[in-house]
């Protein structure tokens, strides 16, 4: 019941009483008005009965992109007004449509509603809790409820550019596309020998053995895949607004794991922070799906508890896999862990999130003097990563994903480190 | 004093507008119908033939005033918006006629005191089935 019914009946109680009291029939006309609109409100007043359907074109879209949703509705009683309102997340932003929205349903109408929204961050949603109001054509009644007809819709990060992956120093025994060290069945020339017993015929090197009177025989490299291990460091991230350090490095892993999943390669994701969450290497499509499930698990969970490369279990690492950590360099525990893992002997490249462009300018003296510190500090982790031999790209606003990467393979070309 | 009274009553109503404070709202409306009132027995003599023009312009202004506090406003489709302007405009036309038709009739009557009882009786039927409807309002 709205507040204007006990209003109009008291209007209308005091206008006919005062008519009475005063005499004058003019008072009585003044209040009949407000009886009559609450008596015929209330005698045509009914409970509406309105059910609703909600489908989403898709239950997975980019962040980025847009997707359809529609809302049917159908009503056995219908309202003259009835207002609805989809209850979206905030990362879900209405591109076309309005929501909430007032509309007319009368009895027995169908009527469907269609949202274009736009994922604006990545993120696992349900969406389709809508809000029903209805007011009857007498402003007398109010009714809500609110039907949970929610599905799955699963935004995954946007894809970078990536041109060149990083090569992995060590392959693995299964075939691939890389290169191997060793030598076997492949494409690619890696020396010649002389010819024994069993070698094929269309190997043989028949320009060499011409020259050289025997027979002479050409060796390749073997075509192989790798293990890469994406670590992703959720101790801490740097956040202004929607934007956060752990975006772009989502970004980062899911480009990363969907491009040597083509390659082929064994890719595995490591979450390493305040929650500790991993996934075997493996190959294949289904794989890049569960890292991506995975992904949009991630979360910044503010931990104090000392973790170091120990609890990450060690099938998750296997020998010789190219591990690729994506740091904003914000936490000791991670800059310890990282030094650790080299320590090992894993091949390791360190992709650092800039989150300078998220920081505040500093203010004051002081603030400047910590601003410089805290820069020369992250300056001087970078230069402990670089002694260790971990080669650190920096990819922030000014540089592509792409760019960084070659950096670092330019770093792998020129400074192999010792016990690799 | 009736001007006194009516301008209270706008104030408050101006009021409760402005904080949508819907409790207030009908108070205010009620002050303007007093000061009504307050000028019908200061007149004294014969009928205001004014009375419909009066109720039909305390209607609009109750049901505006009420659709101004409804809260959280969706914005709404043309055929709501421009029904719901229709409908108001009938009601208050209707407003009017009504409020004539009843002037007539009690112009006409000659009065007594049967007449009277007929009206309190009326009056309180009204009231009391306002009152009736109001308490099973659970639909």
């Known amino acids: 019941m709205t507040p204007k019914l006990p209003a109009y009946a008291g209007l209308a109680a005091l206008g006919l009483l005062a008519a009475l009291a005063v005499r004058r029939p003019e008072l009585a006309v003044v209040a009949a008005p407000f009886a009559l609109y609450a008596g015929i409100g209330l005698l045509l007043a009914r409970r509406p009965r309105i059910d609703a359907e909600v489908e989403l074109e898709g239950e997975r879209v980019l962040e980025g992109d847009e997707l359809e949703a529609r809302v049917t509705l159908s009503a056995e009683i219908g309202a003259e007004r009835v207002e609805v309102l989809l209850q979206l997340p905030r990362e879900l932003v209405v591109a076309e ?23 604006a961050r990545w993120g696992a949603f349900r969406v389709g809790r809508i809000f029903l109001r209805t007011h009857d054509a007498f402003g007398l009644f109010v009714h809500e409820a609110t039907l949970d007809l929610r599905r799955p819709l699963k935004a995954y990060p946007s894809e970078e550019h ?18 191997a060290r060793q030598k076997g069945e ?54 202004r607004g929607d934007s956060s350090t752990l975006d ?29 969450n991993w996934l075997l290497p493996t190959t294949g499509a289904v794989q890049l799906y569960r890292i991506v499930d995975a992904m949009l698990d991630t979360q910044i969970v503010l931990s104090f508890a000392w973790r170091d490369i120990g609890t990450v279990p060690r099938r998750t690492l296997p020998p010789q896999a190219l591990v690729i950590a994506l740091t904003p360099l914000l936490d000791d525990r991670a800059e310890a862990a990282l030094l650790d893992l080299r320590g090992r002997g894993f ?74 | 004093m009736a001007g006194g009274v009516g301008v209270a009553g706008c104030a408050l109503t101006a009021f409760a507008l402005l904080t949508r404070w819907r409790t207030v709202f009908p108070f205010g409306l009620a002050l303007v119908g007093t000061s009504y009132a307050v000028y019908l027995a200061l007149r004294n003599g014969a009928v205001d033939a004014r009375a419909p023009a009066v109720a039909a312009a305390l209607f609009a202004a109750a049901e505006l005033g009420f659709w101004s506090l409804e809260r959280t406003p969706s914005p709404s489709e043309t055929t709501v918006l421009v ?57």
């Open chain 1, 347 to 420: 091949d390791l490249v360190v992709v650092e999130i800039s989150p300078l462009s998220l920081l505040p300018e500093p203010r004051g003296e002081a603030g400047r003097l910590a601003d410089r510190l805290w820069r020369l500090r992250r300056d001087a982790v970078r230069g402990r990563f670089e002694r260790a031999g971990i080669p650190v790209a920096v990819w922030g606003d000014e540089t592509s994903l792409a760019a960084a990467l070659e950096e670092v393979s330019a770093y792998r070309r020129h400074a192999r480190p010792l016990s690799a």
């Open chain 2, 83 to 139: 029904r719901r302007v229709a409908a108001l405009a009938a009601s208050v036309l209707l407003t009017a006629l009504v409020g004539s038709l009843l002037l007539v009739l009690a112009t006409g009557a000659t009065g007594g005191v049967g007449l009277e009882a007929a009206g309190v009786a009326a009056a309180v039927l009204a009231v009391a089935l306002i009152a009736r409807l109001a308490s099973r309002a659970s639909v």
């Open chain 1, 186 to 239: 492949g494409i690619e020339f890696a020396d010649l020998r002389r010819f024994v017993p069993g070698d094929r015929i269309r190997h043989v090197n028949w320009r060499a053995s011409a020259r050289r009177g025997e027979l002479w025989i050409n060796e390749h490299h073997a075509e192989r895949n790798a293990d890469v291990v994406l670590l992703l460091d959720s101790f801490a991230e740097a956040r």
């Open chain 1, 97 to 119: 449509g309005v929501n909430p929205v007032q509309l007319r349903l009368a009895d027995g109408d169908r009527r469907e509603l269609t949202f274009r929204l736009r994922c």
């Open chain 1, 248 to 276: 772009p490095a989502l970004r980062a892993a899911g480009t990363l794991a969907a491009r040597y999943l083509r390659e082929k390669d064994r890719v595995g994701f490591v979450t390493f922070g305040g929650i500790l």
């Open chain 1, 162 to 179: 990536v041109r060149n992956l990083l090569k992995p120093l060590e392959t693995q025994v299964f075939a691939g596309n890389h290169v």
